[in-house]
């Protein structure tokens, strides 16, 4: 959103006010509370760019099942053979979060999509260091893969929670082309917070929300957080996802 100075008296000077990323925390309010679908009409809204202060909840509950809405629509609209999707979430949020997008799918079209999960920790490039030097981050924990049915001629939409740097997805696709080679591959994000540093884009977006670095997008999940709600959190760099 853009910020217009108003014109001061010649010998007065100017009042600057410095834009930050996802600042205006009133302005963001409303922004939020007007971008929500309307009841009577497709749930297929725009996707919005949020800006709020540091600290702050920036999707509910309502907003993010809204959000979730528009996904699944969008799924269904880019893809008219649903017996060959796959919605493939990555662990730990995408998985809950593809599980949530398939019961909305099937809702709406009346077909599911296959479902699986995916593990990326021995695919990402942090996990050991050349040389047996120490990792640069504390090493996630292991958890399950699993892709109960074949990926050829599959379109797997890979489902994740924030896109930052593109490193997690690149390990995702690396993980499924270990177990078969889809006939496309899909990303569906809810949150895009930007600086990438691989040419990752997702083809469907929940909110593009821009942070700055030692800003955090965290996402929580009634499944693993016992509450649905997006918050701006302050972080180190140190501490960021790799996203």
């Not at 017996?83 to 990555?90: D, N, P």
């Not at 799918?105 to 490039?125: C, K, Q, S």
């Not at 390990?171 to 809810?190: K, M």
């Not at 600086?195 to 997008?217: A, C, F, Q």
């Amino acid at each position: 959103m853009g910020w217009a100075l108003a014109r001061r008296p010649a010998k007065r000077l100017e009042s600057r006010t410095t834009r930050t990323p996802l600042s205006r925390s009133s302005e963001a309010g409303k922004e939020l509370h007007e971008s929500a679908c309307p009841q009577t009409v497709d749930p297929a809204c725009a996707v919005t760019t949020v800006e709020a202060p540091a600290g702050t909840v920036l999707l509910d509950a309502d907003a993010l099942r809204r959000t979730l809405s528009r996904i699944a629509h969008e799924i269904i609209e880019a893809n008219p053979d649903l017996t060959r999707v796959a919605l493939v979430g990555i662990q730990t949020r995408g998985v809950p979060l593809a599980h949530r997008l398939r019961r909305l799918i099937e809702e709406r079209a009346g077909a599911a999509p296959d479902l699986g999960a995916v593990d990326i920790t021995f695919y990402r490039d942090d996990v050991q260091v050349r040389g047996g030097g120490a990792p640069r981050h504390p090493q996630p924990v292991v958890r399950s893969t699993a892709l109960d049915f074949p990926l050829e001629g599959k379109t797997v939409v890979l489902v994740d929670d924030v896109l930052y740097t593109g490193r997690t997805i690149r390990a995702a696709i690396e993980a499924l082309f270990d177990y078969g080679r889809p006939e496309r591959i899909q990303l569906a994000v809810l949150v895009d917070r930007g600086h990438r540093e691989l040419p990752i884009r997702p083809d469907y977006v929940g909110k593009n929300l821009p942070t700055s670095r030692d800003e955090r997008i965290q996402v929580q999940l009634v499944e693993v957080d016992e509450v649905d709600r997006i918050l701006l959190v302050p972080a180190p760099e140190e501490a960021h996802e790799d996203g």
